[in-house]
């Protein structure tokens, strides 16, 4: 079920919002002087392709930016663990100046749920009178919410809040539990009052518990949905959340400093830039048009010429990839930016011989840039990750078909722009066809000769939040498990086929892992030393290699999965992850994040499909 919006015209905060809350923080900071540490969730199991390389060497973009919220808010005992770099990080153990933190904020993704969880638990096993505020936040968050509180009365554990927006709202939070907060008193219980007397349901985007006095969760609160920062002009600088990147080690506890900006860019050779946000598509298995309320939001030009000038004179990082959801949705958006960007310089060179970035775009809205292509190219862009998802329109329409595809990718790589495809494998798609391009060996082989030297493929998963999601589920195309193996979060990347009408779904799990293999070889390496399909020699080589080795590490699971799916006992899941705790709005109607549950309650009777 996708994510509603706010009654129309009340999307969007005042201008200016963002920037006075944490002018108003930082008033009332050196009184509390908070410690804080946030760590971002990782399972290292979803390290393969198509995110083999950048999920280790970029930082996400989502806990820099909650860091750097904070220390704008005059924050600055703050520390951002990647578990990416610090696997054996243990909240139980972490101690910031000498104390445990004030705050102990966990950002993860659906696919990191697993040790999302075992960091909240983990936390909750610190003695109650020093516990830190656990706050929970990211997609899992927004989504998902119910999921960070355990229903378990035995062993309660579990978030005190969810943060199911924005950094605003964070920032919206903290401000008033610290109006309630006495002079060294523990955050945790300036929140527990501030709870009981309904301070909080003033702050849209939020979902706390409500506890008896053992802790156990006796039912879930939700606040609403969030107001969004309209000009992301108004976001904190992302140079202040590398400043607060704890070194990697293999150490349980905190390092007694933050990274050394020297180490910065030898761990980070990118970095992800919010740069503009929303879609103008709304395709059913995507959640994001709705979560951005249907807004196109951006950053000036200016702005983010700032921000690439700022990050390389700090840590020297020529390397940037943008956010977007489409950066291409909006013309004249788009054109100041890019505009802005070619004209900009760093430290008297033009910027674009300093920063090259890339984005996301679609066929559709690259066609109709086509005139300003060579203004983008000027911009510093150097390759574009386009949404293909089929060429031929069949399994969704996004204005792309063989021939706009083709001429895309002509007119970008004419300008030196290098094009990646994202293909997504659905029901129905053969492998080859004859005489059409609808295999996805036919497509894998149009897109390779029209000049992609990298491509993403990724079969069909339902996303929590799209309009698919539930249906996904009641049609019965949803796997629980396979061979005895259940499915699990980290497998609904899109690498593994966990979704599929087909009776033999191994078919399709096939299918991705052959269309790699054509795509990723050595005779292909061999072949783009002769004749590379970039300009930029060794560049169409290089890909090929690095792809080479992330699908070595990628082809055993696929395969593993394949053989489960092939060999053993394929039981289908009919009912969507739904709450079993209480979830209700604060006039006393149930929220929407509880749909997952009504939906459960409606299929009690099914029988389970096999």
């Not at 904070?70 to 100046?97: C, E, H, K, Y």
């Not at 943060?163 to 401000?175: A, I, P, R, S, W």
């Not at 951006?298 to 983010?304: D, F, L, P």
């Not at 956010?323 to 310089?345: C, H, M, Q, W, Y």
Request: net charge positive; with cysteine; hydrophobic share 40%.
């Amino acid at each position: 079920m996708e994510l509603p919006s706010r009654n129309r015209g009340d999307e969007l905060l005042k201008p200016g919002e963002c920037l006075d809350i944490r002018r108003r923080l930082r008033r009332i900071a050196p009184r509390h002087n908070l410690a804080t540490v946030v760590a971002c969730a990782f399972d290292w199991r979803t390290r393969i392709l198509p995110f083999y390389y950048s999920s280790v060497h970029m930082a996400p973009a989502g806990v820099r930016a909650v860091g750097a919220a904070l220390a704008d808010a005059g924050f600055g005992r703050t520390r951002i663990v990647l578990q990416q770099w610090n696997r054996r990080f243990r909240p139980s153990r972490m101690s910031l100046d000498g104390q445990v933190p004030d705050m102990f904020l966990v950002s993860s993704m659906q696919i990191h749920s697993a040790q999302c969880e075992a960091l909240i638990r983990d936390a909750c096993r610190i003695d109650p009178g020093r516990r830190p505020l656990i706050i929970a936040g990211g997609p899992k968050a927004i989504y998902e919410p119910w999921s960070l509180f355990g229903a378990d009365r035995s062993g309660p554990w579990g978030a005190d809040v969810a943060v199911t927006g924005e950094e605003y709202v964070l920032l919206n939070f903290l401000e008033v539990v610290l109006s309630v907060r006495a002079d060294n008193e523990p955050l945790r219980s300036a929140f527990l009052r501030a709870r009981d007397e309904g301070l909080l349901e003033g702050v849209p985007g939020l979902v706390y518990a409500r506890t008896d006095r053992r802790g156990v969760v006796e039912e879930l609160v939700d606040t609403g949905v969030q107001r969004l920062v309209g000009d992301l002009d108004e976001l904190p600088h992302p140079v202040l959340g590398y400043q607060l990147l704890e070194p990697p080690s293999r150490r349980r506890t905190l390092a007694g400093q933050a990274m050394d900006p020297g180490a910065v860019r030898r761990h980070n050779w990118i970095v992800s830039l919010v740069l503009t946000s929303g879609c103008r598509f709304s395709c059913p298995y995507c959640p994001i048009p709705a979560y951005n309320q249907r807004q196109l939001r951006a950053k000036s030009g200016q702005r983010i010429a700032d921000e690439m000038a700022r990050l390389y004179e700090h840590y020297g990082i020529r390397q940037y990839f943008g956010t977007d959801d489409n950066f291409f949705s909006n013309k004249p958006r788009t054109l100041e930016i890019v505009e802005t960007l070619g004209r900009a310089e760093i430290n008297g060179a033009p910027l674009r011989r300093v920063a090259r970035w890339a984005t996301e775009v679609t066929v559709h809205d690259t066609l109709g840039m086509k005139e300003h292509l060579h203004a983008v190219r000027k911009a510093g862009i150097m390759a574009l990750w386009l949404g293909v998802e089929d060429i031929t329109a069949t399994f969704v329409k996004k204005g792309q078909s063989v021939d706009k595809t083709a001429e895309a990718f002509r007119l970008l790589r004419e300008q030196g722009i290098l094009p990646v495809p994202m293909l997504m494998h659905h029901d129905g798609q053969p492998l080859y066809t004859r005489g059409t391009q609808y295999g996805l060996i036919n497509q894998v082989r149009l897109l390779r000769k029209v000049g992609a030297i990298d491509v993403q493929i990724l079969a069909m998963t339902p996303a929590p939040g799209s309009r698919s999601y539930e249906e996904a589920f009641t049609s019965g195309q949803v796997i629980q498990s396979a061979g005895g193996k259940k499915v699990e979060p980290y497998m609904m990347d899109g690498n593994y086929v966990v979704a599929s009408r087909d009776a033999r779904p191994w078919r399709s799990q096939l299918r991705v892992a052959m269309a790699l293999t054509y795509f990723y070889n050595p005779l292909r390496l061999l072949v783009s030393l002769i004749l590379p399909k970039s300009n930029r020699y060794l560049v169409d080589s290089g890909v090929q290699l690095t792809g080479m080795w992330g699908l070595s590490r990628t082809l055993p699971r696929m395969l593993g999965w394949a053989l489960r799916l092939m060999t053993g006992k394929v039981k289908r899941q009919l009912r969507p992850p739904g709450t079993v705790l209480p979830l209700r709005r604060i006039e006393g109607n149930p929220s929407s994040h509880a749909a997952g549950r009504a939906c459960a309650s409606q299929l009690s009777q099914a029988p389970e499909a096999r």
